[in-house]
């Protein structure tokens, strides 16, 4: 193989601290890959499409964690519950209920991260901080015992600018800390934080990230 999965695994693995998980995000890249680095011992992968994570999944050993980390459309919800380890991008309570609904037919919890919208990039994705306060608030989330809030998802800007996500990224821990003390004091479940991306990582990691999501660091350049 030409492009070393491997040794490019292996120096992200040792740059990140040993509370932080590390989502390999295989999505573009080849089952190939995806085995490079299951066999140096990776477990947990991301993927963004319903249909490319369900050919991978078939085909891949069956205790890979898979994530979902795209925008998931409610109707596609049926296809990933029956094996999805986690999903990371929700961002209504019509997506959650969908998740609950459908987890509850597989006779599954899965675990899902509430998706903010901090970048002050436009993207039609994740809650606002004040949507996602009041989501909480409302409380109909309590009664969906087929999904687990076990923390939160983000994405900085993308820009040059190291100030500015490290910004964002504070603004999501501090709002971690909120929503921790508001509703999930008790609850030890709650506890992930998942930001940094290839570009960022290192600066998520400082804000306190417990999960970074890394593609093209590991498996190189995505051809689309
Ligand atoms: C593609 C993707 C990543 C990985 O991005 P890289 O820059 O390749 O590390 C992380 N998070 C989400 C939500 C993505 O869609």
């Not at 995000?25 to 994570?53: D, N, T, V, W």
Request: net charge negative; hydrophobic share 40%; proline share 3%.
């Amino acid at each position: 193989m030409e492009y070393d999965v491997k040794s490019h695994l292996k120096s992200v693995l040792k740059s990140l601290p040993p509370n932080v998980k590390l989502v390999a995000i295989s999505k573009y890249h080849p089952q190939e890959f995806i085995e490079e680095a299951y066999a140096e011992g990776q477990r947990i992968f991301g993927e963004s499409h319903e249909q490319e994570l369900k050919q991978k999944q078939a085909i891949l050993p069956k205790d890979i964690e898979w994530h979902f980390i795209g925008h998931l459309q409610t109707n596609k919800v049926k296809y990933i519950a029956p094996y999805i380890s986690m999903i990371e991008a929700v961002d209504s309570l019509k997506l959650l209920k969908e998740i609950n609904r459908q987890a509850a037919k597989c006779g599954r919890v899965i675990k899902v991260l509430l998706e903010l919208h901090i970048a002050e990039e436009s993207t039609k994705y994740g809650l606002t901080l004040e949507a996602c306060r009041q989501l909480l608030a409302e409380g109909e989330w309590r009664s969906l015992e087929h999904v687990r809030i076990v923390g939160l998802m983000m994405m900085a800007s993308n820009v040059d600018d190291e100030q500015q996500i490290r910004r964002e990224f504070t603004t999501a821990a501090d709002f971690f800390d909120e929503v921790k003390a508001t509703y999930f004091a008790d609850d030890e479940a709650f506890c992930e934080r998942s930001w940094g991306m290839s570009d960022d990582y290192p600066i998520a990691v400082e804000c306190r990230s417990t999960m970074v999501r890394i593609g093209t660091m590991i498996f190189g350049p995505r051809v689309y």
